[in-house]
């Protein structure tokens, strides 16, 4: 698909659908991308906010789920709240697609290993992957991914702010080569991948000065790369703080990878998109 982007041989495999987009978080990046993918699939985007629906006024999320169900074929679900996720995905007919939860962001972690494998090849086995900060959603889903994709994860995160318990377990159950450490030398030593995330999401506006004190020293900067491979790649989802988790000299650097990052959130949404409307329904 991103090869055949802007040709006439790009297929519009969903020609006469409609996926809802609908978001409780803003967003920028996730919103472009899915707008524009779903347009270039062939298929009309229906974007919703809160405040245009009645989830918005405590109407039921199962209501909202039958209903989505019967006037659209897939709906991209953007929240705080991963068991509302869940409740939706469970009372939906259609495909339900995590467009970010408190819990995990797994559409990103789809365009982060594309650009791994952009950068390092096919085979992610033995690459080490180094997580410096917080051990939030975007960190629970490198581990996930750790249990796919085999490649070493390691996690440098300051006390209090380490990876939900749970979520390590069930990942380690799943294959997930995985440590957490206190001290972000411990992670970057021999990485081939260096990533990093605010260290305060929307919704921890209130924690913003107690995160930027835990986190002190927690920065991705050119003396922390230099503790990586010397052809190690740097990822960021975006938004970035520079001069707080990242270095403007390492996120606009050489080995910055942050642009293509972002780009390829639309060329794999696309992907997963047409895999769950075409091809999963047809097996299904």
């Known amino acids: 698909l991103k090869a055949l982007r802007g040709t006439p041989a790009h297929p ?4 006469g ?8 978080k803003a967003s920028t990046r996730t919103r472009l991308s899915f707008e524009v993918g779903i347009h270039e699939l062939g298929a009309q985007p229906v974007t919703l906010n809160s ?8 109407e039921p999320i199962e209501d909202t789920a039958r209903m989505l169900s019967r006037y659209v074929h897939a709906v991209v679900y953007r929240t705080f709240g991963h068991d509302r996720l869940e409740a939706l995905a469970r ?12 819990k995990v962001h797994p559409i ?9 494998r952009q950068n390092v090849g096919p085979s992610l086995e033995g690459v080490r992957v180094a997580w410096i900060g917080d051990g939030n959603n975007m960190a629970h889903s490198w581990i996930a991914s750790a249990a796919v994709a085999g490649f070493d994860l390691v996690l440098a995160c300051p006390p209090g702010y380490q990876p939900d318990v749970q979520v390590l377990a069930e990942g380690r159950a799943r294959g997930a080569k995985v440590s957490v450490v206190g001290r972000p030398e411990e992670a970057l030593e021999g990485a081939g991948v260096v990533t990093t995330d605010v260290w305060a999401s929307m919704g ?3 924690e913003a000065a107690e995160r930027q004190r ?6 991705v900067d050119d003396a922390a790369m230099k503790r990586a491979s010397s052809d190690a790649i740097f990822l960021h989802c975006l938004p970035a703080h520079r001069g707080e988790e990242v270095s403007a000299s390492v996120i606009d650097g050489q080995q910055s990878r942050v642009w293509d990052e972002a780009e390829n959130r639309l060329h794999t949404q696309k992907a997963l998109l047409e895999w769950l409307i075409v091809y999963s329904r047809r097996s299904g």
């Open 214 to 219: 835990a986190f002190s020293g927690f920065i």
């Open 204 to 206: 921890q506006e209130d």
């Open 91 to 102: 009372y939906s007919t259609i495909p339900v697609v995590n467009g970010l939860s408190d």
């Open 12 to 15: 519009q495999p969903l020609q």
């Open 108 to 116: 990103q972690l789809l365009a982060d290993l594309m650009t791994v």
């Open 51 to 58: 405040k245009d629906t009645q989830l918005g006024r405590g």
């Open 17 to 24: 659908k409609s996926v809802a987009v609908v978001f409780e």
